[in-house]
């Protein structure tokens, strides 16, 4: 063997020994970093996408109560309104049923002095009538026939009829 040979040898065995040293100290520690930054970055991405899930989530709810809120409102307008429109109709109705009160009282109190007036009315005239027939049969009367006539043209003279022209 010669020379060369060992040599070729030796340098096989430095190769195999720098393959080991560099494996060892080398490769292993930079592929144990690669891998770590693989993990690294895979546990960020999950991360990110869980936080940008539950961000959606958020969002979602948060449109969700968004629109709960605005469909309470609504609902809260719209009772506010028809509660609105009640009082308002009530009180309507109230001023309307008052109205009709206070014409019925004046129609009650017109009709007791129309009934008033007629009966003054009807005493005047048979008194005034009895006046004209007592001055003329004032010496053929005596005062019981003068009370009966009196009583007879009261009897006589129309009731609720009297002043009934309009």
């Known amino acids: 063997m010669s020379l060369l040979d060992y040599n070729i ?4 065995i430095n190769f195999m020994i720098l393959m080991y040293l560099l ?17 690294k970055i ?3 991405l999950e991360r990110a996408r869980n936080e940008r899930k539950q961000a959606e989530e958020y969002r ?6 968004l629109a709960g809120a605005e469909e309470e409102a609504r609902g809260i307008i719209d009772r506010a309104t028809k509660k609105a429109r009640e009082q308002a109709d009530e009180i309507v109705n109230q001023a309307r049923e008052e109205g009709r009160r206070e014409k019925q009282r004046v129609q ?3 009709r007791r ?6 009966a003054q009315l009807r005493d ?5 009538s009895l006046m ?5 049969l004032e010496e053929k009367l005596s005062e019981e026939d003068h009370k009966e006539l009196m009583e007879r043209v009261v009897a006589e003279l129309p009731g609720e009829g009297m002043g009934d022209r309009s």
């Open 108 to 110: 009650e109190e017109i």
């Open 9 to 12: 040898i030796f340098d096989f």
């Open 132 to 136: 004209a027939a007592g001055r003329f």
């Open 42 to 44: 895979q546990d960020d």
């Open 124 to 128: 005047e005239v048979a008194e005034l």
């Open 60 to 65: 979602s709810e948060y449109e969700n109560k």
């Open 113 to 118: 002095a129309q009934n008033e007036a007629r």
């Open 23 to 39: 494996h060892r100290f080398l490769y292993k520690p930079v592929l144990g970093i690669i891998d770590e930054r693989r993990e």
